[in-house]
């Protein structure tokens, strides 16, 4: 099996920054997307940014030109720097990982992470 474990979250202050990190563990062949979703209350789960393993990135427009996703194939961790932090990005982010293969010949598999919340006061 694979487990997400999402650190980094936590309470800061408007314009302030934060560092997500996520740590997949477990018997992975490949991870072919691995990213960051955010879940506000009372709102649907939402894209914030996801990276492929050749390195594409697609950001969602609220994380353009404030967050910075990047990943490390070979420690299969992906981390999210944000930075100039509104309260509007209040939720708890989910790390992910897609088209995730524990073997050659194994199925493509998603996994998510257990959540980290993010508070940012005005």
């Known amino acids: 099996q694979v487990e997400l474990v999402e650190s980094g979250g936590g309470l800061v202050q408007a314009g302030g920054s934060l560092r997500l990190s996520c740590a997949a563990s477990?018997?992975?062949?490949?991870?072919?997307?691995m990213g960051w979703y955010r879940q506000a209350p009372g709102k649907q789960r939402e894209l914030v940014a996801t990276i492929a393993f050749g390195g594409v990135i697609t950001y969602a427009d609220s994380a353009k030109g404030r967050f910075t996703i990047s990943r490390d194939n070979a420690k299969n961790t992906v981390d999210l720097q944000m930075n100039s932090l509104k309260p509007d990005d209040t939720a708890v982010y989910y790390c992910?990982?897609?088209?995730?293969?524990?073997?050659?010949?194994?199925?493509?598999?998603?996994?998510w992470g257990q959540g980290t919340q993010v508070i940012v006061s005005s």
């Open positions: 477990g018997s992975i062949f490949r991870i072919n997307a």
């Open positions: 992910n990982a897609d088209g995730v293969r524990l073997g050659f010949w194994d199925p493509l598999r998603e996994y």
